[in-house]
């Protein structure tokens, strides 16, 4: 994979009424209020649907549920 998924959460700050994200490899970003609170549930429901199919291949996979 050119692009492997990072294993590790990204540090989140606020000043001065702007969020910033500092993520993997130094990369930072910078949000609005409100579009790092939309930012966020969107990061929630891919989280959430990404981990519903690790359950599930591991189901299929004879693996129980266990995350």
């Known amino acids: 994979m050119e ?3 990072h294993d590790e959460p990204s540090e989140v700050t606020a000043e ?3 969020v910033m994200m500092d993520g993997p490899n130094g ?4 949000f609005t209020a ?3 609170l939309e930012t966020s549930e969107r ?4 989280g959430l649907k990404a981990h ?4 599930e291949a591991r ?3 004879g ?3 266990a995350a």
């Open 16 to 18: 001065e009424g702007e």
């Open 3 to 5: 692009n492997p998924p």
């Open 63 to 65: 693996k129980g549920d």
């Open 34 to 36: 409100d579009a790092a």
């Open 43 to 46: 990061l929630l429901r891919g």
């Open 52 to 55: 519903g199919q690790i359950v």
């Open 27 to 30: 990369h930072i970003v910078s």
């Open 59 to 61: 189901r299929r996979a």
